[in-house]
């Protein structure tokens, strides 16, 4: 069977540029070269392996989950049944935070110039792929070097959470390619970090990430935790083949970050310097106002605002204070 007669047969009942994207992962060519030769025949295992593509397709999997490959942010990730596929409104987070590390004001996919050279703090909760830090840390090391590169030198100390193995293992192995420089603990939101501030505290132990918050003038908190309620998830056919527990979570789907809330109350008591503290937070435009009210109880004094995507939906919300 050729390409040609491939796309004519499913094409009529299916997305063209998900057969497209199938169809180059099973042949192992690209795009260019499906569109400039139609009339390529698949080898047996070739069409072996498309079939199959084609079945979990129609089962509800995703492209990405199928193919075990998402971009984000211009960076492909590898992905698999233990993560959640990077979503395009995430790229927003890894938008923000770039802002604030660079302190400069840009729009959506434009270069950022003269990135402050102060010492940073990222913690990215529930890193899932790893894709945030990964992210910024790449994007951090292009406008420092004027090309793709690796952190070296950095100011920039990264640490990134996930309470499940398999995902912890999935971040690690894109972090691994990408040459990005993180620290990766294994528990429920930042209660590792917080056990291992306490830990070098009694020990006096000096190794990276976290020698002293002495150093660092801001500290940058990402979060995509789960905020979906049972209800939502039930209701969108395109999230069945995802891990649910990467996407829901109880109280109106605001109980993990309620949660992870009153761990950073904890945790600002134990820095010992003033440092700039920033919050990312991503949830459904619908908690916005009770995410608002929640937050408010913690942090009474902290500035919270809430970021549009460019569907003008609230998509995120920014909190800024002082640890002390």
């Known amino acids: 069977m050729t390409v040609f007669s491939l796309i004519k047969k499913y094409g009529a009942t299916n997305d063209i540029d998900d057969l497209y994207v199938l169809l180059t992962d099973a042949l192992k ?13 698949l080898l047996i295992k070739e069409w072996l392996k498309y079939k199959y593509y084609l079945w979990q397709y129609r089962r509800g999997y995703s492209v990405a989950a199928i193919i075990h490959h998402k971009e984000f942010y211009g960076l492909d990730f590898y992905v698999n049944r233990h993560v959640l596929i990077p979503r395009p409104e995430t790229e927003m987070m890894v938008e923000e935070a770039l802002i604030e590390m660079s302190n400069v004001k840009c729009q959506i996919k434009s270069k950022i110039q003269n990135p ?7 913690i990215d909760v529930g890193t899932g792929s790893g894709c945030i830090p990964i992210a910024v ?20 100390k990264t640490i990134a959470t996930d309470i ?8 690690k192995k894109n972090a691994k390619r990408y040459g990005a420089k993180i620290k990766f603990f294994r528990g429920n939101l930042i209660e590792p970090i917080i056990l291992k501030i306490n830990e070098m505290t009694n020990k006096k132990n000096n190794n990276f990430p976290i020698s002293s918050f002495r150093n660092f003038d801001t500290i940058i908190i990402t979060a995509n935790l ?24 109880g109280n109106g789907g605001l109980s ?69």
């Open 256 to 324: 993990l970050y309620e949660e992870l809330l009153k761990q950073i109350q904890t945790f600002l008591k134990l820095l010992t310097v003033n440092s700039s503290l920033l919050i990312f937070l991503e949830i459904d435009p619908s908690q916005s106002q009770r995410i608002t009210t929640v937050i408010k109880q913690y942090f009474p004094t902290a500035k919270t605002e809430i970021k549009k995507d460019l569907a003008g939906r609230g998509r995120m919300v920014r909190v800024k204070m002082t640890s002390k």
């Open 29 to 41: 060519k690209n795009k260019e070269y499906l569109y400039a030769h139609p009339e390529y025949r």
């Open 164 to 171: 499940s193995r398999q995902a912890l293992r999935v971040a």
């Open 116 to 122: 402050n050279d102060k010492n940073i703090l990222l």
């Open 226 to 249: 789960p905020y979906l309620t049972e209800k939502q998830f039930k209701s969108e056919s395109s999230i069945q083949r995802e891990p649910k527990t990467a996407l829901v979570t």
């Open 137 to 156: 840390l790449k994007e951090m090391a292009k406008l420092r070097n004027g090309e793709i590169g690796k952190l070296e030198n950095s100011e920039i």
